[in-house]
């Protein structure tokens, strides 16, 4: 990997405790950031921590309260924060008129509710850095990487709560670049086409399922859908979680600190 330093950086990954998040907060890691990790299931946020040294904040990201406790564990474990990841995410499908409001609302409140509840309750600390360091007349560039997928950006067909919320997401990420511009926050988002994790395997009766609120989710993709889906990937293939997660860390490092506003999409070429 190129050298990118994040020493004394401080990164916070939401639905890092597997898949692609896990990838992002492992490849954090080895950049030298301390790591500030979050997923539903405690089980993989102890695993995830023993790992690569991270400090785990098990819990629902889609809880009213969470960001709040999430942000200020992080602050005060590390003392700063200058880098969040917004990628806890899952998928509920279905045709339009069997979208229950529920389902529907699950969407936005995982992919939209939750990551703008972060960065609200991460404002205060940024806009008071900033303002410290500017004083200072000393530049720090903080980041924000608020994940999405070609469904937000294309739409998809079976998917009108998945792509709303990933389109919403980056209507949160515009913004947010310009309201933060000014405390050199670069915020930005990273679209994913089809990478290797359980939200594509093909969908089964014992496949893999969510656990929302008591209630299991199955998560995947219908297994014919997938492989028309696959046909039409220019690079001919999956992407792989590390692959997913470098170009969330070009966005995490000094080598985007004039990229700002931007979605990026990782998808092999793919378009839907
Ligand atoms: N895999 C793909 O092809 C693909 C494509 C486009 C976008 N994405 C997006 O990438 C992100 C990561 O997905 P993945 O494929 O790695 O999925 P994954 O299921 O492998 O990992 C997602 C993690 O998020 C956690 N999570 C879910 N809801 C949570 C909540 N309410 N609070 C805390 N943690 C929660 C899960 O427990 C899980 O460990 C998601 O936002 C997803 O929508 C994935």
Same mark, same amino acid.
């Given at each position: 990997?190129?050298?990118?330093?994040?020493?004394?950086?401080?990164?916070?990954?939401?639905?890092?405790?597997?898949?692609?998040?896990?990838?992002?907060?492992?490849?954090?890691?080895s950049?030298?950031?301390?790591?500030?990790?979050?997923?539903?299931?405690?089980?993989?946020v102890?695993?995830?921590?023993g790992?690569?040294?991270?400090?785990?904040?098990?819990?629902? !990201? *889609?809880?009213?309260?969470?960001?709040?406790? @999430?942000? %200020?564990?992080?602050?005060?474990?590390?003392? #700063?924060? +200058?880098?969040?990841?917004?990628?806890?995410?899952?998928?509920?499908?279905?045709?339009?008129?069997?979208?229950?409001?529920?389902?529907?609302?699950?969407?936005?409140?995982?992919?939209?509710?939750?990551?703008?509840?972060?960065?609200?309750?991460?404002?205060?600390?940024?806009?008071?850095?900033?303002?410290?360091?500017?004083?200072?007349?000393?530049?720090?560039?903080?980041?924000?990487v608020?994940?999405?997928?070609?469904?937000?950006?294309?739409?998809?067909?079976?998917?009108?709560?998945?792509?709303?919320?990933?389109?919403?997401?980056?209507?949160?990420?515009?913004?947010?670049?310009?309201?933060?511009?000014?405390?050199? !926050? *670069?915020?930005?988002?990273?679209?994913?086409? @089809?990478? %290797?994790?359980?939200?594509?395997?093909?969908? #089964?009766? +014992?496949?893999?399922?969510?656990?929302?609120?008591?209630?299991?989710?199955?998560?995947?993709?219908?297994?014919?859908?997938?492989e028309?889906?696959?046909?039409?990937?220019?690079?001919?293939?999956?992407?792989?979680?590390?692959?997913?997660?470098?170009?969330?860390?070009?966005?995490?490092?000094?080598?985007?600190?004039?990229?700002?506003?931007?979605?990026?999409?990782?998808?092999?070429?793919?378009?839907?």
């Amino acid at each position: 990997m190129i050298g990118i330093d994040l020493s004394k950086r401080t990164a916070l990954v939401t639905g890092a405790g597997r898949g692609i998040g896990r990838a992002i907060a492992t490849q954090l890691a080895s950049a030298g950031a301390s790591v500030v990790m979050n997923d539903l299931d405690q089980g993989l946020v102890d695993e995830v921590c023993g790992e690569i040294d991270a400090h785990g904040v098990p819990g629902d !990201v *889609t809880e009213p309260n969470f960001a709040q406790k @999430l942000v %200020e564990s992080a602050i005060a474990k590390y003392g #700063s924060l +200058d880098i969040i990841v917004n990628n806890a995410g899952y998928t509920w499908d279905n045709v339009i008129q069997k979208t229950t409001d529920e389902q529907f609302q699950a969407m936005l409140d995982i992919h939209l509710m939750a990551p703008f509840r972060i960065l609200r309750a991460a404002s205060c600390y940024i806009r008071d850095t900033a303002k410290k360091e500017a004083a200072e007349r000393r530049r720090v560039t903080r980041k924000v990487v608020n994940i999405t997928s070609i469904a937000g950006t294309d739409g998809n067909p079976g998917q009108a709560g998945y792509s709303s919320g990933k389109a919403g997401i980056i209507g949160l990420t515009k913004t947010m670049a310009k309201e933060w511009g000014r405390y050199n !926050v *670069t915020v930005n988002a990273v679209g994913f086409g @089809l990478i %290797e994790t359980r939200l594509i395997q093909p969908l #089964s009766a +014992d496949g893999a399922s969510i656990d929302i609120q008591g209630r299991q989710i199955p998560v995947g993709v219908q297994a014919s859908v997938l492989e028309n889906i696959k046909k039409s990937v220019p690079l001919g293939r999956l992407g792989t979680t590390e692959e997913a997660a470098n170009a969330v860390l070009f966005f995490c490092s000094p080598l985007s600190d004039y990229v700002t506003g931007e979605v990026m999409i990782c998808g092999g070429g793919m378009h839907f």
